[in-house]
């Protein structure tokens, strides 16, 4: 039972919060009995009560007081491919990148490729956020150019709607940040531009998961129609 | 300028954190300059600098550091109606309903109807979260007894896909918990009940958010089409 804050797993989860620590020992951390319980062989788990003191385990956590469980991993990655999948270039928000990784589980074969100035997909965040597809579907990481598959850039204003989009693999769904979208340069230099056509009385914009979301279902359920 | 924490006006901003005081004075809060600029009338604004000190601003303001305007709103409600609209039961997180506020703005003409157990539409986190379509399509409040229009049950296992519900207005999207789903009394007192098919090798569900505006968009785009 550890009973003291010093010891070497626990602070190593607590180096395991920033990316830079993440990135250094190739690790993260999975918070929660669903995540736990969905993981990879983990380098090690931690139980509340059993192996650690629960209040050195809430310390350490980034869900505060209560926690009960928390699973180191060792980060895999995946490559890029598939009949269908996401690219994401500079999408920063953790929550964002997460809940695409699920959603993407949800409708593609292939992994979710991370562009430049994306959010750390192995962040407690983003983790969590992706209820588990994480571990089932490892993201990939790719710049534009070196995308596989006919790349459809999603831009606001682009003309033709996602509907009109022939469903034949494979595909790379392409979308930008939040708020600026993807850069223009690289939605010229996507194969096709396509749009989700919202109302004329609707928002701005769509939240980039959700857009991946709606992209993703409509593509994958013509491309099953067709297959 | 205000100078003084005790000031009445930042007293009231700091009351209207919580759901109770929110209900006690019909009143909520939008921060940051993207919300505000698209609010309604407001009650009041405080500036940054010009109406009151920033240490002040960022003390009473759920945004934390450097937050430089908050609009004090009074809240409004809408009747249920619409062609399509989208009804939320038990949806506790005030992300997903603020999420979900946005996304059906985007593709419906009718306001999200919150049932019961649903979180506040008017928390700081959901207002965020709307994006502004908060202001442009107020909420409504009704039982799942009382909806008007056709009630489609998106329910896992349904067996009918999505895409085979005719798109006949007015259609009433009825979606449930994150964990739990629509209680299965209400889905079987819907008119109709379909899910949104995932990948055999997928996750269990979606997030509630992605699943309404998955739907919303495919039962949208063939009523247009349709129409």
């Given at each position: 039972?550890i009973?003291?804050?010093?010891?070497?797993?626990?602070k190593?989860?607590?180096?395991?919060?920033?990316?830079?620590?993440?990135?250094?020992?190739?690790?993260?951390?999975?918070?929660?009995?669903?995540?736990?319980?969905?993981?990879?062989?983990?380098?090690?788990?931690?139980?509340?009560?059993?192996?650690?003191?629960p209040?050195?385990?809430?310390?350490?956590?980034?869900?505060?007081?209560?926690?009960?469980?928390?699973?180191?991993y060792?980060?895999?990655?995946?490559?890029p491919?598939?009949?269908l999948?996401?690219?994401l270039?500079g999408?920063?928000?953790?929550?964002?990148v997460?809940?695409?990784?699920?959603?993407?589980?949800?409708?593609?074969?292939?992994?979710?490729?991370?562009g430049p100035?994306?959010a750390?997909?192995?962040?407690?965040?983003a983790?969590r956020?992706?209820?588990?597809?994480?571990?089932a579907?490892?993201p990939?990481?790719a710049?534009?150019?070196?995308?596989p598959?006919?790349t459809?850039?999603?831009?606001?204003?682009?003309?033709t709607p996602?509907?009109?989009?022939?469903p034949?693999p494979?595909?790379?769904?392409?979308?930008?940040?939040?708020?600026?979208?993807l850069?223009?340069?690289?939605?010229?230099?996507?194969?096709?531009?396509a749009?989700i056509?919202?109302?004329?009385?609707?928002?701005?914009s769509?939240?980039?998961?959700?857009?991946?979301?709606?992209?993703?279902?409509?593509?994958?359920?013509?491309?099953?129609?067709?297959?």
């Open positions: 039972m009973t003291s804050i010093h010891n070497d797993k626990l190593l989860i607590r180096r395991l919060r920033d990316r830079r620590g993440r990135e250094r020992e190739g690790l993260f951390v999975a918070e929660g009995e669903d995540l736990v319980a969905v993981g990879w062989e983990p380098e090690f788990v931690l139980v509340a009560g059993e192996d650690v003191e209040e050195l385990l809430d310390f350490v956590s980034t869900l505060g007081s209560g926690t009960r469980v928390v699973g180191v060792r980060q895999r990655w995946s490559e491919g598939g009949d999948s996401v690219y270039h999408v920063g928000d953790p929550g964002n997460g809940a695409v990784i699920r959603s993407a589980h949800a409708f593609c074969d292939g992994p979710v490729v991370l100035d994306c750390d997909p192995f962040s407690p965040k983790v956020a992706s209820m588990g597809s994480l571990f579907r490892p990939a990481r710049g534009f150019e070196e995308l598959g006919t459809v850039a999603l831009a606001r204003g682009a003309g996602l509907a009109d989009v022939e034949r494979p595909l790379m769904l392409c979308l930008g940040s939040e708020r600026e979208g850069p223009e340069e690289l939605a010229a230099a996507a194969a096709l531009r749009e056509p919202l109302r004329p009385d609707g928002p701005e769509l939240n980039v998961a959700m857009a991946a979301a709606v992209a993703a279902y409509d593509l994958s359920r013509r491309m099953a129609d067709h297959a």
